[in-house]
C-alpha cells in the first residue's frame, strides 16, 4: 500500500506522490485524491476529509479555506456555499454562517457582512433581507435601530423620517 510498480518485470515500487493514494499491493498506478479529500505526504495508502470550513478539488495535497462570504459545514465537501441572503460569513475557513441581527440586513448571497439599516429605516427581526421604512408620525434617529420610536406630542414626521419636526402653529 501507498505504492506501486510500473510494469511487468520492475524490481521496486515507486511511492505514491502527495495528491494520491493507493491502498492496495501489486497496482500499476495511484488514484488521485477525491474532491473534498486530500493527501499531504508521498506513500500514503489512504486519502483524508477536509474537515467543515475547508475544499479541495481532486488531487489536492492541502484543503483551503473557504473565502469570506462562503462556508462548508460538513467534512468532505469539494466547493463552498454562498452564505444566504439575511446572513453573512464574515471570517475565512468558516463552518456555518450566521444570520443578521435585528437593525441589519444583508441584501443578496455571499455577503461577509451584515449592513446596518441606516437613520429613518429599522429591522425588528435577525435573517432579513431589506430594512423597514419608519412610519408616519415615528422616526429612527440611528443607523443600525431595530425599532422606531413615536414623535412627541406637538411633532410629527412622514415615512422614513430620521427625526420629527415641530407642527407649525394653528
Not at 518485470?9 to 486530500?38: D, I, K, N, R, Y
Not at 430594512?131 to 431595530?146: I, Q
Amino acid at each position: 500500500p501507498g505504492t506501486y510498480s510500473a510494469g511487468a518485470g520492475a524490481t521496486t515500487c515507486t511511492p505514491c506522490s502527495a495528491g494520491s493514494f493507493q491502498a492496495l499491493t501489486g497496482q500499476t498506478s495511484c488514484v488521485l485524491a477525491s474532491g473534498g479529500h486530500f493527501v499531504d505526504f508521498a506513500g500514503a495508502s489512504e486519502e483524508q476529509p477536509c474537515g467543515a470550513g475547508n475544499y479541495s478539488t481532486a488531487g489536492a495535497s492541502q484543503c483551503v479555506p473557504c473565502p469570506a462570504g462562503e462556508f462548508t459545514d460538513k467534512p468532505g465537501q469539494d466547493s463552498c456555499t454562498s452564505a444566504s441572503a439575511g446572513s453573512a460569513v464574515e471570517a475565512t475557513g468558516s463552518a456555518n454562517q450566521t444570520a443578521c441581527v435585528p437593525g441589519s440586513y444583508s441584501a443578496g448571497a455571499g455577503a461577509t457582512a451584515c449592513t446596518p439599516c441606516s437613520a429613518g429605516s429599522f429591522q425588528p427581526e435577525s435573517g432579513q433581507t431589506s430594512c423597514v421604512l419608519a412610519t408616519g408620525g415615528y422616526f429612527v434617529g440611528l443607523d443600525g435601530a431595530s425599532e422606531e420610536e413615536p414623535c412627541r406630542a406637538g411633532n410629527y414626521s412622514t415615512a422614513g423620517a430620521a427625526k420629527c419636526e415641530p407642527c407649525p402653529a394653528g
